[in-house]
Structures are given as C-alpha cells and as structure tokens.
C-alpha cells in the first residue's frame, strides 16, 4: 500500500494486508506512467523494452519490463540477460559497435572523458544489483519516475513520422478500499490456449445450433443478442464446472431464451417510421398468425379467434386506404392482444424445445471440453485431485486478485506482432487483436496481479486466452455483444471517485476496468489481470462500489438480492450505486425491488440519448466509436447502509457535481444495435436546466417516500 493509503486506513486495527497481496498493492513503476516519448522500434518493444521520461532528470531513459532493467542509453538489439548472464559474457556484439567497445558487452558503453575526470583515478564504480523478482516481492524497478503522473499512450504516423497522443481511459493508480474476509484460492482449472481454442470452436457450433432451431422450428432468425444474454442468465443459477458454458441448471429451459423467443413469434417486430411500413407490418404479422394457427395443434377454439381478427384486419385493410400510422400501429396492438396468447400456447412446446436442446449440447461440449483439460494437466504432471488445499485466516484484508491453486502447465508459444497501433497475437492461425493501448494496459494489471509468471513468460499466451474468450462471447455479429459489455465514461467514474470514493467496479472485464480492481465473468483467466472473480460469490465487508451490469434481467434481479443481503449483514461503511436501464413498459424486477429497498438512499433518472456509453469493444474499436448515445434513460441508485451512507452521503453537492459530467460531448455514436423497446423520458432539455431539480435524501434508512431526482 502506498502510504497515503496507510494514513487513511491505519485506523482500522482489524484489517491486515493479505501476503498475496503485496505485489498488487505496489506501485510499480510502468512506462504508461510517465511522460509518453517516441516510440521505439518493433524489435525492442518485444524484447520489453519502453522509452520512458525522467521527470527528475527531466531527459528519457529505457526500461525493460521482463528484467526491470533501467538504461540511460537505447538498448541494444541482442543484449544479454542481466538474471542468466549478468556479465554479457555470452553477449554477441551488435553490428554497429567498434572494435574499442567490443570487450564492455552489450547495453554498456566507455564513459566519456568528462565521466571519467569528474570520477577521478581512485574511484570506485558502485556495480548495478538486480533484485531477484518473486512472488511476494514487489516488482518496483529502480527508475526516476514520479508518481501520480496520470498514464497516457502513445502512437506513431509512420506516415508522418508524428507522434499522436491518446488518452487512456482508466486509472490503475487507484488503490482500493474494498475489504473481504481472507479467502482460499479457487480450484478452477488454470487456462491453457489449446483448451480455450477448443471451447471458441464448441461455442461457434452451438450458435449455429440455436440459429438452425429458430429457422427450422420457428421459421425466424434467433433474437438479437438473445444467445448471449442466456448465457448471462445461465450463469446465475449454473453449478456447473466450466466458467464459460452452462452444464447444471435448475430449472433446464432458460427463461431469457424462452421469453425472448416468444416476442418474435410470429414475426419480429421492428421500430416504424412510415404509414407504409407499418400497414406492411400489419399485413404480415395477420398473416403469420394464420399461417401458425393452420399449421400447429390449436384448439379448436383458439382457431376460431385467431381467424376471424385475422379475417377482420385483412377486411379492414382492403376497404380503409386513409388510414394513419398511428391507425395501423392501434390495430396492430389489438390483433396482437387477441391472437397473441393462442398463438403462444401452440409454439411453447416447440421453443420449450428450443431451450432445452441448446442447454444438453451445451452440457455435453462442457464434458468434451473438461475431459480436454484433465488430459492435458496429466500429460504435464499436474494432479487436480491432489492440490492441497491453503490454510485461510479468519481475518479482513483489502481485496486482492482471484487466485487459483492448481498450478498452471507449460504455456505454447503465441506469436505477437504489430499492425501500425494494433497488437495481432497468433496461436495456430487464429489471430486476436488488441489495440496497442489496451495491450499496455493488459502488461501493467498482469504485473500488478500475477505472482506466479515473475517473467513475463505466459503473459502472451493469457492475453491470447483472455482476448479469445471475450471474442467468442461477444459473438461474431457487427457490433455484436458490445452492449452487453458498455462501460461508463471516464468523467463519471472520475466523480464517482471524487465524491462518493468509488474505487471497485462489481461488472467488468480487464479490457473495459477503469480501476484495477474489479469483478469480472472469468476468474480463472482475468484473476491474472486484477479480477476479483464473480460478484455474485464476492463478499466485501465494506468499500465503495459502482455497479453497470449486463442488461439481461435475471442476473440484474440476482445483483439486486446480493446487494441487500450484504448490505444487511454488514455493520462497515458499504455503498452501491448502480446503473441500470429505465426499463418501465414493464418495469424490470430488479428495478422495483430497488426503488422499494429500504437501502435506497437517493435515485436519478437520466434521460434516453443526453448520456453515453463506452463501447465493449473499445479495445479494438476506432477511437471515434468508443463512445455511443444511450437510446434509452439510465436509474442511478444509491443502495448504502447506515455506516456507508455516515461516509458517502448523497448530498445535494455532491449529486449536483456528479451530475455536471453527464453533459454530452457530442462525439457519441448512435447505439449498437436496435432501439430498446423499452420506454424511457425523452424530454430533450439540457442536462444543466434540470440540475435544480436535484434533491438529496437525509432521512433515516426506513424512509417511506421515493428520493427521484429527474436530471
């Protein structure tokens, strides 16, 4: 811990610092955190080496992040291993050295005359000492660098030979005040390419298993997004043993899959701008219904309705050509309230299909894929059954990566090269990428995090995991999964820091964090990277927290459940502020339960398209698609107990500064995907003219009347 956070913190006689934890919670010195400088060559950079800025010695020098090696002067390409060699005995001399020079080795240089006079005939030249890199300690190098100098990357125009400066957007120096009991690590299997490459190639297939159901069986395409909000709901109720796919549900037909499904049946319908459109609409819905209807085992009742509205609509359009939009969009509504409910009674054994055949090929991909791994750990000697298990004191400590106890086997070679700005890792011809930034971004959380690869050597082949298995839940549609995966922007996390002392994301991913703390999906790959594993298995006893879930209602209802049952158990300063969609028509479980909470504390609401969010695929994404315009309004909800909110108050300053970041920046795009059907406030005025409206809530926790403030 730094010794800022010491002095805030020291009070709290019962909180230790976790041994795993030392290395995170250093500070090492990274070349992102100093004054960014022109970019060296390729070669270089794969060797490890940066170009950083002294600001103390105000010229730049170069580290190597494999050996935490310093040099005043370029490297050169070749240069010995200080660790195995530290000598350069068995250094080859570089091409451009002269013949005087070729006894010194490698990276070291003759002193100049003025060097050699100022140090006079008697003196003694201090050797270099190389701290041996181990788990437990801190990798901080020795270097010139300043802290709190905030990271920034760097580019190169090959074409102009320029330098381009780019923001980044998080901010790794903040250090944590969420604090858990001590935990054992979790006996996940350790990542390995070849495993996540099989699972990338199962989970293709049954996508193309459930677009194949929906065509065959229901005669629609599957749902937009559909199969990867599943797996989202899947993942709240699976006890499964494989993190990714489901393979132990309760109850088998997922309800996500099933209701969404549904609401395509017969036809998908879709936002209407013109009366032509949607007298089409009508048409086909009128005639799908029928089709349906003639085609399935109904009762003879549910055809008689079902014909004679179709009958009616189809009479009704042929004799009123003056008809509006609006008229047809009513009729539409009407034919829908009455053939509705028949035609889902008569498709619910086939999508109840549908949901089940994809869940037992899921099933069965997860055995194959195990079976794979166990194969492989024993072909490197590692026993799964024999890991003994780590003594865990009762005690609190700040919270610190996911761990695994299972070593982790011998990791292939993954091959990395640049594409102008994008970092392309390559395992037996299948190529992720990244953009120079985030991959910058990957090195510094794995050295924060990782304390079994002191060396960098698994580090490309993790980053190829992490990337693969993010990509293959996206999916491989434009713009595919993105939503799901949307981040705030950096303003709001910055004042969510400043005044309510945020410093935990409970949903996110070591590609979209902003702080280096946070709750991810995967733990057995992004606990290298800074996870802290699932929120829903996360217990904190106390901290400050923001959550922006996925968009999929099950696991937002679950969030929700998690948050009061750690809230009431919990006498520490704790405090949510979540973030979910303003989904009204009808309003979402998870919703209600919070507007009714009794640790609800304050609530906002921001308005459909006067707010923005960072794109999920930011890290490979251009820079002018980063952010896009929320087509539906935000809930801002502040859930603390009566310590948190003692600490964090939602006061009415501290609102009205929060909400002055919510101004649009006017470089938004419009959202992926289609609009939301949800509803949402669409008043268009300033974000600024309605900041009067905002009003704190300062009664005692058991308060009966809503605290809204409607930005």
Known sequence: ???????????????????????????????????????????????????????????????????????????????HDVISDPLGLNAAPASGEVKSDAGLGNGQRKRP??????????????????????????????????????????????????????????????????????????????????????RAQLTTKLRQHYHELCSQREGIEPPRESFNRWLLERKVVDKGLDLFLPSECDPVISPSMFREIMNDIPIRLSRIK??????????????????????RNATPDSRKVVKWNVEDTMNWLRRDHSASKEDYMDRLEHLRKQCGPHVASVAKDSVEGICSKIYHISAEYVRRIRQAHLTLLKECNISVDGTESTAVQDRLVYCYPARLSIPSPPQPRVELHFEN????????????????????????????????????????????????????????????????????????????NKQFGVTFECFASPLNCYFKQFCSAFPDIDGFFGSRGPF????????????????????????????????????????????????????????????????????MIVPAFEHEYRSGSQHICKREEIYYKAVHGTAVIFLQNNAGFSKWEPTTERIQEFLAVYKISGRSLPSPGPPSTSTGDKDSKPVQERLAKSQDNSSPVDKTAPDTTNI
């Open 1 to 79: 811990m730094t010794s800022e956070n010491h002095g805030t913190e020291k009070a709290d006689s019962a909180l230790v610092m976790s041994p795993t934890e030392s290395t995170s919670q250093a500070a090492p010195f990274s070349p992102s955190t100093s004054k960014p400088t022109q970019e060296l060559p390729d070669e270089l950079i794969q060797a490890g080496w940066s170009k950083c800025w002294s600001k103390r010695e105000n010229r730049p020098y170069y580290f190597n992040r494999f050996t935490n090696q310093s040099l005043w002067e370029m490297p050169v390409l070749g240069q």
């Open 113 to 198: 005359p003025s060097e050699d006079a100022q140090a006079g005939p008697n003196s003694f030249k201090r050797p270099k000492v190389e701290i041996p890199v181990t788990p437990t300690t801190p990798t901080v190098p020795i270097s010139p660098s300043t802290p709190g100098v905030k990271p920034w990357v760097n580019t190169t125009d090959d074409k102009q030979g320029q330098t381009i400066w780019a923001p980044v957007y998080w901010d790794l120096d903040i250090q944590t005040n969420a604090v858990i009991r001590e935990r054992a690590p979790a006996d996940h299997l350790p990542p390995h390419p070849e495993i996540e490459l099989q």
């Open 274 to 295: 013109y009366k032509e459109e949607a007298r089409k609409l009508l048409f086909k819905y009128a005639e799908a219904a029928k089709k349906m209807i003639d085609s």
């Open 421 to 496: 700005d994008v970092a392309c890792l390559r395992y037996k011809g299948e190529m992720v990428k990244v953009n120079r930034g985030h991959f910058s971004k990957l090195e510094l959380l794995y050295r924060y995090s990782c304390i079994d690869d002191p060396r960098f050597e698994k580090f490309l082949s993790r980053v190829w995991c992490l990337i693969k298995r993010y990509q293959v839940m996206f999916g491989s549609g434009v713009n595919e999964g993105s939503g799901l995966q949307g981040a705030l922007p950096v303003p709001i996390f910055e004042a969510l």
């Open 536 to 603: 829903l298995s996360f217990s904190p006893a106390s901290g400050s927290f923001e959550a922006n879930p996925p968009f999929c209602e099950e696991l937002m209802d679950a969030m929700v459940k998690h948050f009061e049952d750690l809230l009431e158990h919990s006498s520490e300063p704790l405090s949510f502020i979540i973030f979910v969609p303003e989904w009204r028509d009808p309003p979402t479980p998870a919703l209600t339960r919070m507007e009714a909470s009794r640790f609800r504390r304050h609530q």
